[in-house]
């Protein structure tokens, strides 16, 4: 028996651990796309967001009251329409949405819905960051496009 024995990687064992190496690479490549997102498009996801949820809070009746959405610099405003105290703290279902501070809003800057979930008012909004822009649209049906 000789004094030492020498051990390694058979050719197969490298293939093998290069071949698993190249799909695990390979899968988080393909992902990778959605976590590398910008500022501008998590902001835009939080104004349709908030949209939404103003629409769906009206429709659905909650606490028998209009809904808003207000659009400021470097925030978004989500008010019951009749218990809107600017001074006051947003607590219950009211909502501030904190977004970026070079973000900026243009267009309409406020829309409420009514109980039917119809607008107050239809048209553009657009969000400014930096060098980049989004566009979104509400039409007079409540409907929202971007």
């Given at each position: 028996m000789p004094a030492f024995s020498m051990r390694a990687f058979t050719l197969i064992e490298l293939l093998l651990s290069i071949a698993l190496l190249s799909i695990i690479v390979g899968f988080s490549v393909s992902l990778y796309p959605q976590y590398g997102r910008g500022a501008i498009e998590t902001d835009f996801d939080s104004a349709v967001d908030a949209i939404r949820y103003a629409q769906i809070s009206a429709l659905s009746g909650k606490d028998g009251s209009d809904w808003c959405v207000r659009f400021e610099k470097s925030e978004i405003l989500v008010y019951e329409k009749d218990s809107l105290d600017l001074e006051s703290d947003y607590k219950g279902n009211n909502r501030k949405i904190i977004i970026s501070e070079s973000a900026s809003f243009s267009g309409i800057n406020d829309v409420c819905f009514d109980l039917d979930?119809?607008?107050?008012?239809?048209?553009?909004?657009?969000?400014?960051?930096?060098?980049?822009?989004?566009?979104?649209?509400?039409?007079?049906?409540?409907i929202l496009s971007y």
């Open positions: 979930g119809y607008p107050n008012r239809d048209g553009k909004i657009e969000l400014k960051e930096n060098n980049d822009t989004r566009n979104f649209f509400i039409n007079k049906s409540g």
